[in-house]
Structure formats: structure tokens, C-alpha cells
């Protein structure tokens, strides 16, 4: 048996943020990434911040957007996350009329890799496995131990929480994915 498959056209769905946005709706792309140097992607990110899209993202290593600069790329917001464990999570979650489309990814938004390569990206359709990735994204985008802000002055400064509130996100996860398996082995 055959399956049917749809290729992802990453612009199509950046440009359907830029519409929701540009409706008055709510619009946002999250990403998580080990790079992003590809020039139409970013112009496309830039095009999606100056319509209105909140965009975040997790770039661990190479990010030649530039987030931060008012009538440019205000509605960007990047951090970088190095720490104990090497990640090579790729993930792209657009708002999509509150319909979360999510992606899992090979590729990083680099020019090798999104035109020179096979490289594969697949939906998330499982509603609990969509539950995952939300909760893994939000954990990361809390972290403040580990997490530098990348912005305009290439400062990188760490992200800092309240005192005594300290979110190290690979720990937490560690504790989210032990905790899941013990529930787990409990049923």
C-alpha cells in the first residue's frame, strides 16, 4: 500500500503566519535549531517579524539572524543553550490558527542543508506526542542558567532569573523524561 505523503514547504507555512498576522491574529513560530545561516530564511524570519509573528528560537551554535532591531527583526527573540549534554534536537512549531502544525527535523536552516542535501522533516499528528515537544520547548525557553540571549550587540549575555530561581533546562528535562518513565513503570 501506497502512502500519500505532502512535501512541508517551510515558506508556506512562514507565509501563513504573515497573514494570520497581518488579520490581527495570532501568529508565532517557535524554533529550535544548531544553526540558521540560509539568507532566504532569515529574510523570510525578517519578513514574518516586520508583519507582526512572535518569533523564538533555540539556536545552539552558528546564527547569522540578527534578532532585536526595531523595524527590523523586533518581534525576534533567539537564546542559545550550551550545556552538559550535546543536543541535536531540530524543531519548527508554528501558532497555524491555533492549530499547531509541528515539525521534527534533520535540517538545520543552513544553505547546504535545505538545498544541497536530503535532509527530512515529519509532522507531529499524535496529540500527546505534540503534549511532548510543547513541554520540552517550554522548558528550554524558560532556562536561565545556560541560556545566553543572542541579540544585536553580539553581547550573549546569560539569561538571568529572580534570585533563587534558577531553571537549568537539560536538568529539568532529565528530571521530566525520569519522571515520565517512572509513571510509566507505575501503570
Same mark, same amino acid.
Request: charged share 25%.
Given at each position: ?37 540560509? %539568507?532566504?530564511?532569515?529574510? /523570510? ?21 540578527? %534578532? ?8 525576534? +527573540?533567539? !537564546?542559545? !543553550?550550551?550545556? /552538559?549534554?550535546? +543536543? ?30 536530503? +535532509?527530512?522533516?515529519? %509532522? ?14 517550554? !522548558? ?17 549575555? *546569560? ?14 528535562? *532529565?528530571? *521530566? *523524561?525520569?519522571?515520565?518513565?517512572? /509513571?510509566? /513503570?507505575?501503570?
Amino acid at each position: 500500500m501506497l502512502l500519500k505523503t505532502k512535501l512541508i514547504n517551510i515558506y508556506q507555512l512562514i507565509d501563513h503566519e504573515i497573514a494570520a498576522a497581518q488579520m490581527g491574529q495570532k501568529a508565532s513560530i517557535i524554533l529550535k535549531l544548531n544553526s540558521i545561516q540560509d %539568507p532566504r530564511m532569515i529574510a /523570510r524570519l525578517y519578513q514574518a517579524s516586520n508583519a507582526g509573528v512572535k518569533i523564538k528560537m533555540i539556536v545552539r551554535g552558528v546564527c547569522s539572524l540578527v %534578532p532585536g532591531i526595531k523595524g527590523f527583526s523586533e518581534n525576534i +527573540e533567539v !537564546i542559545s !543553550i550550551v550545556d /552538559r549534554f550535546l +543536543e541535536h534536537t531540530r524543531i519548527y512549531k508554528f501558532h497555524h490558527g491555533g492549530r499547531d502544525k509541528i515539525y521534527l527535523s534533520s535540517a538545520d536552516w543552513m544553505t547546504r542543508n535545505l538545498y544541497y542535501r536530503i +535532509e527530512c522533516a515529519f %509532522p507531529l499528528y499524535d496529540q500527546a506526542v505534540k503534549d511532548e515537544i510543547n513541554d520540552f520547548l517550554d !522548558i528550554q525557553l524558560k532556562d536561565n542558567v545556560k541560556a545566553r540571549i543572542v541579540d544585536a550587540g553580539h553581547n550573549n549575555h *546569560y539569561k538571568m532569573g529572580e534570585k533563587g530561581k534558577q531553571f537549568r533546562s537539560q536538568k529539568m528535562l *532529565y528530571q *521530566y *523524561y525520569q519522571n515520565k518513565l517512572l /509513571r510509566k /513503570r507505575n501503570q
